[in-house]
């Protein structure tokens, strides 16, 4: 009796097994796209310079460029010339889902790959590594992690740059005072007005915090990177050919110069190169043709 019924739940799994298999159908993106010629891009409104509305209030920013030239090559590749773009605003609480759910064809925004969102969605070749680093004032005299002896570092509590730098601190030997914050701009106020001499973060934030201050001339960037935070850009899972046309779009650009000019026009005028993190990146998932 009790193997009868342990084989009858068995086959039961089974079957539950692929009837989601069947649900979740392969290259859905691709058969989407044929029926309604229309592809949706999930953009970040506000986050300079990766995405944000321009003074027309168009999409504009390095990740929406980035994405807008590879659906280029999705037009090409699926001989869909006219395929129009819809543009999707997402949020960091939303975009995943909206990802997972298939209600977003391709996100671009300043998205960190990690295991735990491979779990819900895939992910491209990486498009920027974001690394921890410090937002200082040009005349604080700090260009690097040992001037911050006897200084105070603004954090952001809960954070991912926390325990980094507590980790830090405990690696250098240091001994600096640490201000918990709330979010970056209470972390930009405190260093404009000199109650903490340097901010500790995600160096992805601080270009939009530089163009938002009153006085960007006078803010820095300095300290070398420290830890690995590679983005990239979200598309549904069981989309092998959409992922392929991605990944193929972003290898050409990488070996051809043109994902460089991207983000020196976009990081640029902040000062920012190309780190040897992202060109190693670059370089690893340049594949051969």
């Known amino acids: 009796m009790k193997r009868n019924l342990v084989a009858a739940l ?7 097994l692929a009837a989601t298999a069947q649900a979740q159908e392969v290259d859905a993106i691709v058969k989407k796209l044929r029926d309604t010629n229309t592809i949706t891009m999930g953009i970040r409104e506000t986050l300079y ?26 037009k090409a590749e699926l001989k869909l010339p006219d395929l129009k773009v819809k543009y999707v605003p997402v949020s960091i609480q939303n975009r995943q889902a909206l990802v997972a759910n298939g209600t977003v064809d391709l996100e671009c925004g300043g998205t960190v790959n990690t295991f735990g969102r491979n779990k819900q969605v ?7 590594v974001s690394s921890s680093q410090l937002l200082v004032l040009k005349n604080s005299g700090i260009t690097k992690y040992e001037d911050l002896n006897g200084k105070i570092v603004a954090v952001a509590t809960g954070g991912s740059s926390e325990p980094d730098l507590k980790k830090l601190i405990a690696e250098k030997g240091l001994n600096i005072r640490i201000q918990n914050v ?36 006078a803010l820095t960037i ?33 070996k051809s110069g043109e994902a460089e000019t991207l983000f020196n026009k976009w990081f640029g005028p902040f000062g920012a190169q190309v780190s040897p993190k992202l060109k190693a990146a670059w370089a690893t998932q340049s594949y051969a043709e």
């Not at 168009?58 to 090559?73: A, H, L, N």
């Not at 701009?185 to 995600?202: C, G, K, M, P």
């Open 122 to 128: 895939d992910f491209s070749s990486v498009s920027y």
């Open 222 to 254: 300095v300290g070398t990177e420290y830890g690995y935070a590679p983005q990239g850009f979200m598309v549904p899972k069981l989309n092998p050919t959409i992922l392929w046309i991605v990944n193929h779009a972003m290898a050409k650009m990488f």
């Open 10 to 16: 068995g086959g039961l799994f089974a079957f539950g």
């Open 49 to 74: 310079p990766y995405g944000f509305l321009d003074n027309d209030k168009k999409p504009s920013g390095y990740s929406v460029e980035f994405c807008q030239r590879i659906i280029e090559d999705i």
């Open 182 to 217: 709330d979010d970056h701009a209470a972390a930009l106020i405190s260093v404009e007005t000199r109650r903490a001499d340097a901010y500790f973060s995600d160096n992805g934030a601080f270009y939009s915090l530089i163009r938002q201050s009153k006085n960007p001339d």
